[in-house]
């Protein structure tokens, strides 16, 4: 556990800063010899338990992370090479904060169009190791945090899509003019050589983001997405049991329940100690719902996420 007053230790940064402007208290970084494929592991590994499954039964792994193990092969292969699953199709979603909608997204049309039966879909992100730990990073660094989620995601008969637990719809945005709002510019095949000295004279090899420009998308996004998924389904917000969004900010999530006229107690947080997770917020979100006792079988969950690309999605599941 990482909170702010260790991260002042670090960098010219104060707990009240990062109260204020995040919602931040404290966040999770990982010991120097995990991964992100080993963090994968532990929640696909309780995912697995909780579903009541044989591992055997998973015939394909979707992947969702933004920090993977190795430039290639995917995290994927690294998890599913663990698991000991030899064979079944293995891949990565390099969709940042919007990947575990993505993943999830992909799973359920792979399950509708029979070509899978049981999917392990997993949001997995080590982002101290690439942090700038110094001032110069320290408008991205207090906000991250290390962390990992996962789904089990079967194929079902569905008689009525009102009653019976299954993914009901996704929907998935991108707008890459955006694309350098927030991004890890190096090391990459955009330059004259994928790695070089310039890229760390320069803290290329550091996230960078234009924090302004992301929150203003972010609270349009997310409210625009959700609505969209309510209105083509037939719901409204009233309906909805459980709502997760994106945790990055505490002022965008404020703003996003606001922007939708609902009720606090219908919406369940996890920054102030987990800080932004990227593509294993909404898993970690569901998984903490169920603890709190927020999270029930037959309840409506709406799910929204937004951020690099810019990417944005939502996900309506009866649970
Ligand atoms: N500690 C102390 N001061 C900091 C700081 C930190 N960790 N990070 C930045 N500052 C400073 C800035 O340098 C700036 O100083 P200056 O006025 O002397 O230039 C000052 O604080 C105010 O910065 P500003 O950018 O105006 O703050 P803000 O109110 O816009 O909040 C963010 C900054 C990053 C918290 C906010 O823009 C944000 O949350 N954006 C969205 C980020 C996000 O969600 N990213 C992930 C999306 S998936």
Known sequence: MVTNDDLAELMDTSHDWIVQRTGIHERRWVDPE?????????????????????PSEI????????SPDHEFPGAA???QAKL????????????QCTGF?????TADAMIRAGNADTVLVVGAEVHSKGLDQTTAGRDVTVLFGDGAGALVVQSTEVG???HDAHVWDTRLHADGSFAEALWLPAPGMAYERFISEEHFEEGLNYPQMDGRTVFVNAVKRMPETVEEILSENGVTTDDIDLFVFHQANMRIIESVAHRLGIPEEKVVNTIDHTANTTAATLPICLDEARDRGKLEPGMLVVGAAFGSGF??????LRW
């Open 311 to 316: 990417t944005w999605g939502s996900m309506l």
């Open 59 to 66: 015939d394909m792994i979707v992947f969702a992370t933004l």
């Open 101 to 105: 909608v993505y993943a999830l997204s």
């Open 77 to 79: 292969c690294f998890l």
């Open 160 to 162: 009525d899509a009102r």
């Open 84 to 95: 000991d699953l030899p064979g079944i199709p293995a891949m990565d979603v390099r969709q």
């Open 34 to 54: 995990t991964s992100t494929s080993d963090l994968g592991l532990e929640a696909a590994n309780a995912a697995i338990a909780d579903a009541g499954i044989d």
